[in-house]
């Protein structure tokens, strides 16, 4: 292969959804001044050393941003692989030959690894499965620490707490940040949205490229509490404008189904053990819900049909208080309220994975009425990258509220008593002090990500969870792990 000195880290891997058998991977490029190569392909190296190969030819790349010939991309799917098993991936390009000079040859571009979902959850004593969880990714001061801590853990970790698969649960880009969100000019917006997925994408690189990921969309890679657009923020006045707004939905949208390749409803299971939802409660959201009435039904139906413990992926989190300034899924009472009443009916317990609030805490209440009956376990990790300046005041800390659970309208709805909420200090990610004449004005919850992991426990019978937070500012040792945020590991036995 050629060793030509190029910009490689404009280029992207992504690996998207994997299963026992197969994978999807995004490659391409977000930056506008690169070119289609003539020739590239993606080579596939499987456990016993052997390759698998496709190629993309020029005619094939597709364009990620309607109306904008510049960037390209190509989603790819491999077949047949091997539960449970580690793969490495290589994106490539054939560089012409140039007369004498430059002989013909192919370049690397970016590299990856993934590992197929196993088949069952691993027994206890054997390498858990893991799940990393994180949301609300801010470039600007990060300098590719997130990724750095990420990929650490991924390549060099602790067996028991190396991540398999990671979701992005929002706000992985801030397209509605800084004062050029004025333009009131369609063309400007689009190239103003496909610059900060570029951005963003290429801080974030390490995390993408290593295990499968899955992404769901928040308000912010819309705008703040999108779809709605009367806000009082200045830089949002121009969403008034008619053409404005659909200029900034359509490119937005662009993003999320292109790039981030989000779905509104999505499930799988490792065998009998345990069953996962991705739902995304943005994308959809209009004055009467969260999500359309079909996809309601759909999760409604996951619920109904669950035979383990449910794993719930979603943008905003279910234990929360009303909001004056943005809306929230308590805002949608009776959608809010089919939702709880459908989990609680599923006799499993539900672990819901989630971010948006800008802290990172576990909570643990009951479903329903019934004293044994199941419980919502309520992980949220965010955020990965803090704002800054001026938008450093949006800043949070943990909050141990609300107290009891759901509130009073809910109740009445579902004919429940409220539950307590129960918070534990151990488990509420810290906090670091601001300074009003920094880029962080405001105390702020540490810069982290959550692995949530899963084990058989033959002895109960029951699937076991264990959960940690990690710190991507506080990198120890020479392999640069990051440190752990929570004083002790979360551990709970799912029913």
Known sequence: MSNQATNTSQWSLVVHRVTSTTVEVWVGTLFPTLKKPDVARVELILPDGSKRTKRITKEAWQRPFDKMNQRFYKVLKFNDLIPGKRYDLNFIRRIEAVGNEIPQSWQQLRSGTFTTLPQRIPLKGKKPFTIALGSCFYNHRDGGRAAEAYKALYRHGPENVRPDITFLTGDQVYLDIGFDSLSLVPSEIRQRVANDYALHWQ????????????????????????????????????????????????????????????????????????????????????????????????????????????????????????????????????????????????????????????????????????????????????????????????????????????????????????????????????????????????????EHFMTISFCRNATTGTVDLSANAWRIRDPRGTKKIPAKDFQRTFTIKLK
């Not at 995304?280 to 619920?303: Q, Y």
């Not at 488990?427 to 105390?443: E, H, L, M």
């Open 203 to 446: 801080a974030m690189g390490s995390i993408l490229s290593n295990g499968g990921t899955w992404m769901l969309p928040d308000d912010h890679e819309f705008w703040n509490d999108y779809p709605f657009y009367k806000s009082i923020i200045p830089q949002l006045q121009a969403l008034r404008l008619h053409h404005v707004r659909k200029a900034w939905d359509a490119v937005a949208t662009d993003g999320v189904r292109n790039v981030q390749c989000s779905a509104a409803f999505e499930t799988f299971s490792i065998g009998k053990d345990l069953s996962v939802c991705i739902a995304d409660f943005r994308s959809d959201r209009d004055e009467n819900g969260f999500t359309t009435p079909a996809n309601l039904r759909k999760i409604t139906k996951w619920a109904s049909e669950l035979r383990s413990p449910g794993v719930f992926i979603a943008s905003q989190p279910l234990i929360v208080e009303e909001n004056i300034t943005e809306r929230n899924l308590l805002d949608y009472t009776q959608q809010y309220a089919k939702l709880l009443k459908a989990f609680a009916a599923s006799g499993h317990d539900i672990v819901l994975l989630s971010g948006d609030v800008h802290f990172g805490r576990i909570a643990t209440t009951q479903l329903g009425n019934e004293a044994k009956g199941p419980r919502l376990i309520e992980i949220i990790a965010s955020p990965l990258s803090n704002l800054t300046y001026l938008n450093g005041l949006m800043t949070d800390k943990a909050k141990s509220k609300p107290t009891s659970f759901p509130s009073p309208e809910v109740c009445r709805l579902n004919g429940w008593k409220p539950s307590k909420v129960t918070y534990n200090k151990l488990y509420q990610v810290s906090t670091k002090r601001g300074n009003i004449f920094s880029a962080y004005p405001r105390t702020r919850t540490r």
